[in-house]
């Protein structure tokens, strides 16, 4: 699968712009703040229906309009797959599949995997666990559609609960019949929410180790572990004992939207102990194993996306993680770098087959 053509229509900086991509490597160069991110942003747009760096979709409008439309045309499995995401001002946003509109998000979400490696990445480890629980979302969601409809019905029953929860407060009384009906939602959705989740991280460990053994050249222990307080209890005691609690907070405690993702190195989280360069090869690996893993659950290589890669590392390190990637079959690779020079080194050292498009 690759992007074979891009055209942007008021999309962040640009107002109108067309590109013919190379069906393996695309290097996308020029001066900082000329809009080589918002290319890439725009290709995960089409994959995911919504921006990597701001999911505000009227923030994505450029500042003279009043609507943008992204227009991506893919070749997967020697047919074109025509994606359009358009946003007006004061209207829905609208997804399209080869002219035809999608009714919901989630009856696309696999349909063009992508992965990207930005600066913006270091958010995994020092941010909290709802970062971590988004990067678990989005990777089961592409292959599992069962489980991007659990979250959204979950998300919504916590959503009603914790306005129950403040009418309650508000108005000096309570229910329980009115509130078991939404911890019913929660349950039932939680439990499917947290059992793909723990198979996601019982697969997706080794192939991350794997991927930092090799960036590292197998010098550190590494692991990732999967907290959930469903592993101490079930949802009935869960959500009774924290009632109490809840009733005062105006807003509930305990659930599956409190898991993390915790990353160790030596068995100490590497956000307090990880020196920047084993931060910078943690990352690294979380995102190559995100794309062996989607790989292998969809039998289709994803569009790697590598947003100022030279900013993570160095220009030897770089060529490292392009031939790494590039040895293994890749599909198409997409870098944005302020030095034509250097990339196309770099490049061209791994593949005679690429493209450079200065911005």
Known sequence: MHLQSLSLINYKNFEQENFQFDPKINCLVGENGIGKTNVLDSIYHLAYGKSYFNPINLQNINHQANFFVIDGKFIKNDKTEDIIVSVKKGQKKIIKRNGKTYERLREHIGLIPVVIISPADRDLITEGSE?????MDGIISQSH??????????????AQR????????????FNR???????SEMTYHGTIIHQLRKEF??????IFKKRYAEISN???EVNLEYKSQLFETDWKNLLEKSLQRDMVLQYSRKGVHRDDLQMKIKDFPVKQFGSQGQQKSFLIALKLAQYDFIKEELSTKPILLLDDIFDKLDEKRVAQLISLVTKNDLGQLFISDTHRERTENVVKASSDSYKMIEL
């Open 131 to 135: 970062v971590r629980r988004k990067f």
């Open 145 to 158: 559609p069962e489980y991007l409809q659990a979250l959204l019905r979950y998300n919504q029953a916590l």
């Open 177 to 183: 019949d009115n509130l078991e009906i939404y911890d």
């Open 218 to 220: 197998d010098k550190e």
């Open 162 to 173: 914790n306005a129950l929860l403040k009418y309650f407060a508000a108005n000096n009384t």
């Open 201 to 206: 991280v019982k697969a997706f460990s080794p």
